[in-house]
């Protein structure tokens, strides 16, 4: 059937809307109508030359209804309301342990853009093949080819448009808080960041009772939204000479736990240095390849501090994308506030609000 989709031609070009035919669902294979999608930051690394093949239809934060099934798919129906996630095999020793966003082949199934069985891409115009299979959906299209594996029913009742960030970059988030550093009711934290996914951890510690909640964010009217979401604390590192001290003033012995979301070596440094005693800190962004951990080792034996490395919030996502959405549905997880809508046809416009700030969490509606 035909489509029409967001096509990037070549590295850091622009999305150009297009058509495609897209071909029947397979075995395992869903076919969605998309009605929303989340822009990430992983979109625009991949748009600027991050190894996918190209032409390529990018987009990860898909939701829709499901309009076709592949033989042998289960617990899904046409109508169904979906979320789109990361994709995953469900057979290796990490899928095994309910810890698919470690999966042994999550880059395959995530960025290669064609299926890993044939080398087939779902994708195509006329007889030029369009990589699709991005995170197993290729969602900045009308129609996405997904996985059972990474396709998660919601209520009906939900408003279907704005959830397809719920399958990344504010899984990413909350996960992260609440599943990868375990953060307990009364307890204390800091996020370093307050773009979707800090905020996003801000909104799951808040869900779960957080104590003390510090946010360090430079860009002010981002650390005003923090504050409105329930930020105990907002320190601006621009106009804060030790940010360091300044937590440490804030909470006596240091945080629990400590959320990087800038993949900056030296404010990874003051987050390691924030904890604690056996304080955890949890790292999610996409580093700079050069960049070590500044962080001293007698320091964190002598607290016997915790640092993790965290894709994807540490999800499941068919378990914790309902456990959010129930969170949401209680008033308890406000992350409608982050979102901005853009018409599909401004979706260049959407990358650059996401670029420049400007967005939180820009969301295209199809
Ligand atoms: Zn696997
Ligand atoms: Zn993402």
């Keep these: 059937m035909k489509a029409t989709a967001a096509l990037i031609r070549e590295v850091g070009g622009k999305f150009t809307l297009e058509d495609v035919e897209i071909a029947e669902p397979r075995c395992?294979?869903?076919?969605?109508?998309?009605?929303?999608?989340?822009?990430?930051?992983?979109?625009?690394?991949?748009?600027?030359?991050?190894?996918?093949?190209?032409?390529?239809?990018?987009?990860?934060?898909?939701?829709?209804?499901v309009e076709a099934l592949?033989?042998?798919?289960?617990?899904?129906?046409?109508?169904?309301?979906v979320v789109l996630s990361f994709n995953s095999c469900g057979a290796c020793p990490t899928c095994h342990e309910d810890a698919p966003a470690y999966?042994?082949?999550?880059?395959?199934?995530?960025?290669?853009?064609?299926?890993?069985?044939?080398?087939s891409s779902p994708l195509s115009q006329g007889d030029a093949v369009v990589h699709g299979n991005f995170f197993g959906q290729s969602s900045f299209?009308?129609?996405?080819?997904?996985?059972?594996?990474?396709?998660?029913?919601?209520d009906k009742s939900l408003p279907l448009e704005i959830l397809g960030p719920l399958g990344c970059g504010i899984q990413t988030g909350a996960g992260g808080v609440v599943l990868s550093l375990g953060l307990k009711a009364g307890q204390s934290l800091a996020i370093f960041g307050g773009g979707a996914v800090g905020l996003s951890g801000l909104l799951a510690a808040k869900a779960i009772g957080a104590g003390t909640v510090i946010v360090v964010e430079p860009?002010?009217?981002?650390?005003?939204?923090?504050?409105?979401?329930?930020?105990?604390?907002?320190?601006?590192?621009?106009?804060?000479?030790?940010?360091?001290?300044?937590?440490?003033?804030?909470?006596?012995?240091?945080?629990?736990?400590?959320?990087?979301?800038?993949?900056i070596p030296a404010v990874i440094g003051t987050a390691f240095e924030a904890l604690g005693p056996h304080g955890v800190l949890g790292m999610v962004a996409v580093p700079p390849p050069e960049a070590m951990m500044p962080a001293s080792l007698?320091?964190?034996?002598?607290?016997?501090?915790?640092?993790?490395?965290?894709?994807?919030?540490?999800a499941d996502p068919q378990a914790f994308i309902p456990q959010m959405l129930e969170w949401y549905q209680?008033?308890?997880?406000?992350?409608?506030?982050?979102?901005?809508?853009?018409?599909?046809?401004?979706?260049?416009?959407?990358?650059?609000?996401?670029?420049?700030?400007?967005?939180i969490k820009p969301v295209l509606l199809i």
């Design 70 to 81: 592949g033989p042998d798919v289960q617990g899904l129906a046409v109508g169904d309301h």
């Design 298 to 314: 007698m320091s964190g034996l002598v607290r016997g501090v915790t640092v993790k490395f965290i894709t994807e919030g540490d």
């Design 219 to 263: 860009n002010m009217e981002r650390g005003k939204l923090a504050k409105e979401l329930g930020a105990t604390h907002v320190i601006n590192p621009r106009e804060t000479e030790d940010v360091l001290a300044a937590i440490k003033e804030l909470t006596g012995t240091g945080v629990n736990c400590a959320f990087d979301t800038t993949g």
């Design 330 to 359: 209680a008033g308890k997880f406000p992350f409608d506030r982050l979102v901005k809508t853009f018409a599909f046809d401004h979706i260049n416009e959407a990358a650059h609000a996401s670029e420049s700030g400007e967005a």
């Design 103 to 119: 999966c042994h082949n999550f880059m395959g199934l995530n960025f290669a853009g064609v299926r890993l069985d044939d080398g």
């Design 28 to 65: 395992n294979e869903v076919r969605v109508r998309i009605v929303g999608v989340g822009m990430c930051h992983t979109d625009l690394v991949a748009r600027d030359g991050f190894p996918v093949p190209m032409p390529i239809v990018l987009g990860h934060e898909g939701s829709g209804v």
């Design 141 to 154: 299209a009308t129609v996405a080819i997904a996985n059972a594996r990474n396709t998660v029913k919601v």
